[in-house]
């Protein structure tokens, strides 16, 4: 099934007030049948984004450039859908939801992203899922008289995450 959208600045003829908006402004188009009128309606496809698998503890944020987003929620934290015109520009940023999970991987759709934020063009329907990781805790102790010293790293995936090499003598 196909689904589309009507927006209120789509009506034509009959429906449309000298400015080229819907009469009232919230997309419905009331007429008095004095006459035989003539009503035109212009209607968007939709393409669907389905986020379909959640693996761990995480959010998906998903943002939008250009389209109408015409139902759904702005954050996924389990399966969703969302419905978006033909041709918007879709961001989707992955992040743990606390310091025991990070970012893992895409997959679906995404699955070439290398980094937690995902950019879709919604020119067809797309399926994304996503992968968050637990982290292990690791407890070290200070060796009786010595040192520990360190290096942090970025671990390319996102930003605010960080390796840890140590040494101590």
């Known amino acids: 099934n196909t689904e589309y959208y009507l927006t209120g600045d789509n009506w034509g003829d009959a429906c449309v007030d000298n400015v080229g908006k819907a009469t009232d402004g919230l997309g419905t188009c009331t007429l008095t049948m004095d006459g035989n009128k003539t009503v035109s309606a212009t209607f968007t496809k939709l393409e669907t984004l389905r986020i379909t698998t959640f693996t761990g503890t995480g959010t998906v944020d998903v943002s939008h450039s250009s389209g109408v987003k015409t139902d759904g929620p702005a954050s996924c934290t389990?399966?969703?859908?969302?419905?978006?015109?033909?041709?918007?520009?879709?961001?989707?940023?992955?992040?743990?939801?606390?310091?025991?999970?990070?970012?893992?991987?895409?997959?679906?759709?995404?699955?070439?992203?290398?980094?937690?934020?995902?950019?879709?063009?919604?020119?067809?329907?797309?399926?994304?899922?996503?992968?968050?990781?637990?982290?292990?805790?690791?407890?070290?102790?200070?060796?009786?008289?010595?040192?520990?010293?360190?290096?942090?790293?970025?671990?390319?995936?996102?930003?605010?995450?960080?390796?840890?090499?140590?040494?101590?003598?």
């Open 78 to 169: 389990s399966t969703c859908t969302l419905r978006y015109e033909t041709g918007a520009a879709v961001a989707l940023d992955a992040w743990a939801n606390n310091t025991t999970w990070r970012f893992k991987e895409w997959g679906g759709d995404c699955a070439l992203e290398a980094s937690h934020i995902c950019s879709l063009t919604m020119d067809s329907d797309h399926d994304v899922t996503v992968t968050f990781q637990s982290m292990k805790k690791l407890t070290i102790t200070q060796p009786t008289g010595g040192t520990i010293t360190g290096t942090t790293d970025s671990l390319g995936t996102a930003p605010d995450r960080k390796s840890t090499r140590l040494n101590s003598s």
